[in-house]
């Protein structure tokens, strides 16, 4: 299967663009398109693993490519499809594969209302529609969109002292387990966000005069989206977005969400009395977002806690898990397909009390923050070559680790 479709995708690139639709049946046509991503990195201290994914692959690996699909079935309805190949996943392609259906309710010049149901857009913040290649100045995505925490889904530490011990130990093959109970597999920690997979839902979007707005019902969370189907708890995650725009060029938003993050087979590990339902994610955010000639700025912001069964003030209540997430990216074009670009992000961590008996606090996670910056030039206007740096830093380690990489996208 993944020879053929990368027969198809070779047949793509070399295929005119006013070829790109096909006519599927009567009243319906079919719309194809894509990105091919070649990327190399050297210099410095090599690829920091802060950018691995869940499923093994990287947006620094050297060959990734996403494929759309968009089938207009009646002028109401249509069908999105895409997926993403590369060759350095851990993961099936099936992993990968993003499909939802929607159905136009109504449009008017001031107002509109959609409704969408499958593996549905992240409904959360403004930089989900960024996050592809031909639209990210740089190549990597900000870190609470992604960033691995020490918090599970499927284990729950045993109290304070055991969490801190697992401090940093965001990926899988990091991870030591924790004493509280549940699976013994060893998965990745929970980030605030993590677009890179998307949740099975259902949403309504739409916008009324200023406003643009979404509403989402998902079988996941924002930490942890079900991209396969099912469930992992009898709770659903409900979130939103409401954002203005005053004038061109001038977007200001801000978003929601909450819902049950814990899976059902932690259920004999609860406290007395309590169910994995009871136990939340809830995340506020806010974003905005400015563009004037040749300058275009973005940031967010995101305020987000876990509720976890063992962890404790200190003097016997629970206290909840809380981070701080936030990032400016900014990008300025020199000249006629030249432009520079910079990203700085940062999450910060809670304190929570240490465990030892003498009241001191203690961030329940180590502070990271990167910095990624660097160049790009249309080599055609469907082909982009860039140039960035990346600088990691942890406090859990003293320095920082750095390094370069050239990415080349060309859209088809």
Known sequence: MRLRIIGWLVVAVFTPAGTAAAQTAPGSQAFFSGT????????????????????????????????????????????????????SSSMGLESFLRSYLRFDVFKKEKADLSLQAGVVPTPFGAYSPRAYSDRNPLVSDPLMYHYFTTLRSNQIPANNADLLRH?????????????????????NGMPMIYDPCWDVGVQAIG?????????AVSQGTLSAPRFKGGDNNHGKQVSGRLAFVPYAGVVIG??????????????????????VDDFKQ??????????VRHLALYAELASNLWQSPKISDGQGHRQDLKTLGWYV?????????LFAAVRYDRIGYGDIDDGTGTRRKVP??????????????????????????????????SGTEHFFAVQVSASF
């Open 207 to 215: 916008s009324a005069g200023r406003l643009e707005y979404t509403v």
């Open 329 to 337: 990216e900014g990008r300025y074009t020199l000249r006629p397909g």
């Open 254 to 275: 801000a978003s929601y969400a909450r819902g049950p993050y814990l899976d059902s087979a932690l259920q004999a590990s609860l406290p007395a009395g309590t169910r």
């Open 167 to 187: 401090r940093g130990q965001g990926q899988a093959a990091d991870f030591t387990g924790f004493a509280g109970g549940g699976s013994p597999i060893k998965f």
């Open 36 to 87: 091919l991503d070649l990327a190399h990195t050297f210099g410095g201290d090599g690829e920091p693993e802060v950018n691995r994914l869940i499923r093994g692959d990287n947006p620094f690996d050297n060959v990734r490519l996403r494929l759309f699909a968009d089938v207009v079935v009646h002028e109401r309805w249509t069908v999105f499809s895409q997926i993403l190949i590369d060759p």
């Open 364 to 397: 329940w996670n180590y502070d990271v923050s990167l910095w990624e910056y660097g160049i790009g030039y249309y080599l055609t206007d469907r082909i982009i070559g860039k140039l960035v740096r990346q600088g990691y830093r942890s406090k859990e380690e």
């Open 282 to 291: 809830e995340i506020y955010g806010f974003d905005a977002e400015y563009g």
